[in-house]
């Protein structure tokens, strides 16, 4: 691993500019010892010459992530990166440093500020920073800052408007979908290796430590703001419904230095990432930065981000940042042109290239979003998924779907002659798509699920994408191997902390079996004992509805039940699930409940649970 460093600082470029020092392989271990992110298992990495099994574009953007250690951007703003998916930026104030996001887990953001005390002393965090609601921007957080000296010695924790919301709102909902297709996107059950997972786009991968949180203190709710955070002047500009849905990106007058945060990567981005979420505004992604290039880069002398590597020099970061912004609104108004024109999304994927003048620009490149899937989340963003043809408004679903397919191509064995005969001419994406009906149609049909992993296996090989060549080669091992077990899926307990009491109640009606509730019907209140909050719940045609009320309106409910906020986390933390949760707490007394407690018990009878490791490539 080290002679790919050494290789790399041998011929300086922007990835190892200002490398200062790293840990050997960034290894960092928990109190337990467990390892909780290493970049062993990537020497194969050392090779210039990419594997055959690796877009040459990805592999060379998997060799630029490996930079890890600490860096220094300029003078008194560093940053670790390569100790977890994204960047740790620390900036020295006139009585410490500023930690602008402390990464996904606490264990590695510990690890990044220690790396730099080794090099650069001691100094207290006076303010932390989250640019963004995505876990690997905030997630570490206590492991750079103890909450009770925060307040003790009054650190701001500053984070956009909207961030608490959406930090849990993402996760809450579809938490359990989500979780399950970001190991495709991530690859995070993959082996690395030539032929399995070599990189994420952004970074390496993610790590596998104890997600924390602390609710900020001050939140940014204009446009811009301009603010002194120990000594250090910084212009904080809001970019809300961009890469996140609540967002800032900011600006260092005195340090002539913009922190682009996550609009502005060594790669394509993402408009809906291949986990799921909510469409990004490609629009409005572009506007922001153009607002950055005329507001600010005329001022800097370096542009920066929470992932990948930094760009120096006044006419190139002024080019990074309008070749960036073209980019986006080249796929959003390209897209909506053709769709205007009645193309569909997928027609679009098919027609639309980059201009020439972006189509060799590296951080152009579809590393880790691609063009293909963000002209589809675009035409999403604005039509939805029906494509305009009714043939497909309500089309029969996969198992069914395939098993038609296959009758009507002759049967199985049929179907297996034709498609072996065009894996063999190369006809990869084809290949899957029919040997998936298969898989559908009969999953113990082992020749179709053989045919079906080598076709998306070949597809992975060929993905300059690391998201797609991850959801491809996870696919296949699936498709081989099967689907490994694993617990149900808990949020991080500070996150839950902060889960507001009506998105607890979605939680609740999100699992409601109509089925089991068809026919019943009753009144519940909760009361959150320390906010004070009162919620009445009405179970009526199957549905779960609730409001806020009065202790008055609570009481004349059929049962009253009271919890602390602090239990309403507990609940919603345990792995056996809400409603044994629930039964437990009131069982032990941790849970009171007032007037008929067999209504609340035939509403805990009335909840599902999710299955974590659902079936994702066959039925």
Known sequence: MQNLIETMMQNPDPTTRGFIASWPDAEIRDAAGRIVWTLAGYEFLEAEEPASTVHPGLWQQARRNMAHGLFEVCERIYQVRGFDLANMTIIEGERGVIVIDPLTCAETAAAALALYREQRGDRPVTAVIYSHSHVDHFGGVRGVIDEEDAIRRGVPIIAPAGFLWHTVAENMIAGNAMSR??????????????????????????????????????????ERERHMVDGIEIVFALAPESEAPSEMFFFFPQLRALNLAELGQHTMHNLCPLRGAQVRDARLWSRYLDEALHEFAPHADVVFAQHNWPTWGQETLTRFIAQQRDLYKYVHDQTVRLMNQGHTAVEIAEL???????????????????????????????????????????????????ARYVAYMGGADAL????????????????????????????????ARTLCAAAL???????????????????????????????????????????????????????????????????????????????????????????????????????????????????????????????????????????????????????????????????
Not at 191 to 218: E, F
Not at 374 to 381: L, M, Y
Not at 424 to 431: L, T
């Open 181 to 222: 297709r970001s190991q495709f996107q991530f690859g995070s059950t993959l082996q690395r290796g030539a032929c399995g997972q070599v990189d994420c786009g952004l970074g390496k991968s993610l790590p596998n430590g104890t997600v924390t949180l602390i609710p900020p203190t001050r939140t940014i709710e204009k």
């Open 352 to 402: 639309l290239r980059l201009p020439p003048e972006l189509i060799d620009v590296a951080h152009a490149q579809g590393y880790y979003g691609t063009l293909v899937h963000n002209v589809k989340a675009v035409v999403q963003h604005y039509l939805g998924w029906y494509d305009g043809n009714p043939s497909r408004l309500h089309a029969l679903p996969p198992v069914e779907a395939g």
């Open 457 to 619: 296996e070949a597809l992975g090989f060929a993905s300059e994408s690391a998201t797609w060549r991850n959801a491809y080669l996870l696919a296949a091992r699936e498709l081989r191997v099967g689907v490994p077990a694993a617990r149900r899926r808990s949020m991080s307990y500070d996150l839950l902390k902060a889960v507001p009491m009506e998105m607890f109640l979605d939680c609740l009606a999100i699992r409601l079996v109509a089925e089991r509730a068809s026919g019943h019907r009753m009144s519940l209140a909760w009361h959150l004992v320390d906010a004070p909050e009162h919620w009445a719940l009405t179970l009526a045609n199957a549905a779960l509805t609730y409001r806020p009320c009065d202790a008055h309106a609570a009481g004349a409910a059929d049962a009253s039940i009271a919890v602390s906020r602090d239990g309403l986390a507990k609940l919603l933390a345990n792995e056996a699930g809400i409603a044994a949760a629930i039964a437990s707490g009131i069982e032990a007394g941790r849970i009171a409940v007032d007037g008929d407690a067999g209504k609340v018990h035939a509403l805990l009878g009335m909840l599902d649970e999710f299955e974590p490791m659902f079936n994702v490539v066959e039925p």
């Open 416 to 447: 297996l002659e034709r498609a072996q005969a065009d894996f063999q001419r190369g006809e990869h994406r084809w290949v899957a798509e029919v040997a998936s009906h298969l898989v559908f149609a009969d999953p113990g049909n082992q020749a």
